[in-house]
């Protein structure tokens, strides 16, 4: 299986993939970021777990108070203040973790890119999703934005690990 960083070089006008902790989030500002969530993984890990905490969890009561659930095709904007460069968060669901596919990941990522123009954001940042007994999850979804290219689409955030 291909790395994160092969993935990403694969092409050249590809996003920029880019490892992401606490420390990065809060150093790099971006105005937006599209993060992927499943229905039935809970607590957001990964990337979406990083802003969830920079965000005193403010993704987690969208959840809990049912503003958010995760299902397929869901999408949620939630403004952010405070701590950390992202300013709004698009939410998008990808249903139940045992039904994603590469395709459910690419109408996803088509989605996503259709909602966060619409209000204007033209230097898009994508989250890939996470999920604990799903490892080649991220590298499935950098192949999948890398396969269906955009110019809209500058970085791909993954988990630093």
């Known amino acids: 299986m291909p790395s994160l960083a092969d ?3 694969s092409t050249s006008s590809a996003p ?7 420390a990065v989030f809060d150093a790099v500002p971006t105005p937006a970021i599209g993060l ?9 890990g990964g990337v979406a777990g990083y802003v969830d905490w920079r965000a005193l969890g403010a993704l987690s009561r969208c959840i809990i108070g049912g503003l ?3 299902r397929r095709d869901e999408t ?6 405070g701590r950390g460069g992202v300013r ?6 990808l249903g139940p973790l045992g039904a994603c596919d590469e395709a459910v990941l690419g109408q996803a990522c088509t989605q996503a890119l259709a909602v966060m123009r619409r209000p204007g954001v033209q230097h898009v940042v ?6 604990p007994l799903k490892l080649q999850l991220e590298t499935q979804f950098v192949g999948v934005v890398h396969a269906r290219p955009h110019r809209d689409v500058v970085e791909v955030w993954v988990e630093k690990t």
């Open 7 to 9: 993935t990403a070089a």
């Open 16 to 22: 920029r993939v880019r490892p992401c902790d606490l």
């Open 36 to 44: 992927f969530c499943f229905a039935d993984v809970r607590p957001l």
């Open 68 to 70: 958010f659930s995760g």
């Open 76 to 81: 949620l904007l939630v403004p952010l203040f």
């Open 88 to 93: 709004r968060v698009f939410l998008f669901g």
């Open 126 to 131: 994508l989250a890939a999703p996470s999920a």
